[in-house]
C-alpha cells in the first residue's frame, strides 16, 4: 500500500506514519529526516537543503522530488511505503502522480491529520526529539525522565526549526504551498480526514481504524 501522510507541522506526521508504516510492514519515508541526514553528514545536499530548512521555508522542488524519485526507487519500497512530508507543493504532487504512474502504481490513501493553527505553535514550541524518532511535548507528552527518551535512553534534543518565530514561517509556507493537495486529494476520493487533537494513541486507533476499512474493501493487506 502508498499512503501519504498530510498535515501542518507538528500535526503529528511523523508519529503516525511510523505506526502505520509499522504496521504495514512498509518504509517509512520521511523527506525532513532525508535532509536532516544529509544535514548531520555534512554531504552536499544537506548544505542546500539547510538553507532552507533553518528559516523555516521549504526546499526547492527540483533537490527535493530528485531525493523523494531515488528514495522510493529503492528496492525495499517496491510493495508500499508510508510518506511523511511529502508532497508539500502541488508540483511534487504533480511529479509524484507521474513517477507512479511510471510504474503502474498509485497512491492508496491520502491521511489529513488536521489541528489548528494554535495547536501547531503550542506543540513546535514544546517539541522534544529523540534520533530514534520518538517525539515529545514537554508539558502534555513528557518522557518518563526529563531530556531522556523512554524507548531508547538518547538524550532529547530541540530541532533548530523548533521555534516560534521558524514555526510562524512554516505555518505560513504550509498554509499557501501544502495545503492546496489536499483539495487535490479529496477531489481524487482518496481522502480522509482525520481530528488531529486527540491523544496519540486516539489518532493511531483512528488512523488504523481507516486502512483496515480501505484494505477490507479492496481485498488487501
Ligand atoms: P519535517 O521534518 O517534515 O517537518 O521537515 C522539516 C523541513 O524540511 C521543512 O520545514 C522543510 O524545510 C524541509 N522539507 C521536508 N520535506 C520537504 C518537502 N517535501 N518539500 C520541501 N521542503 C521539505
Given amino acids: 500500500m502508498i499512503i501519504i501522510m498530510l498535515g501542518a507541522p507538528a500535526s503529528g506526521k511523523g508519529t503516525q506514519s511510523v505506526v502505520v508504516a509499522q504496521k504495514l510492514g512498509v518504509p517509512h519515508i520521511s523527506t525532513g529526516d532525508i535532509f536532516r541526514w544529509n544535514i548531520a553528514n555534512n554531504t552536499p545536499i544537506g548544505t542546500e537543503a539547510k538553507k532552507y530548512i533553518d528559516k523555516g521555508m521549504l526546499v526547492p522542488d527540483e533537490l527535493t522530488i530528485q531525493i ?90 530541540t530541532r533548530k526549526d523548533d521555534t516560534v518565530e521558524v514555526a510562524n514561517t512554516r505555518l505560513e509556507a504550509y498554509k499557501l504551498q501544502s495545503e492546496p493537495i489536499i483539495a487535490v486529494y479529496r477531489e481524487k476520493g482518496i481522502l480522509v480526514d482525520i481530528d488531529g487533537h486527540k491523544p496519540q494513541d486516539e489518532v493511531s486507533e483512528d488512523v488504523l481504524n481507516e486502512i483496515e476499512k480501505y484494505s477490507s474493501k479492496q481485498g488487501v493487506v
Avoid at 507521474?98 to 505553535?121: F, G, P, Q, R, Y
Wanted: glycine share 6%; hydrophobic share 35%.
Fill in 68 to 157: 523523494l524519485k531515488d528514495r522510493i526507487e529503492m528496492e525495499d519500497c517496491k510493495d508500499g511505503f508510508v510518506l511523511d512530508g511529502f508532497p508539500r507543493t502541488i508540483n511534487q504532487q504533480e511529479s509524484l502522480d507521474s513517477m507512479l504512474a511510471e510504474c503502474k502504481k498509485s497512491i492508496d490513501m491520502a491521511i489529513n491529520l488536521a489541528v489548528t493553527d494554535n495547536e501547531v505553535i503550542r506543540r513546535i514550541s514544546g517539541r522534544r526529539m529523540c534520533k530514534c524518532g520518538k517525539a515529545y511535548h514537554i508539558v502534555t507528552y513528557p518522557p518518563k525522565t526529563a531530556g531522556i527518551c523512554d524507548l531508547c535512553n538518547g538524550e532529547l534534543y
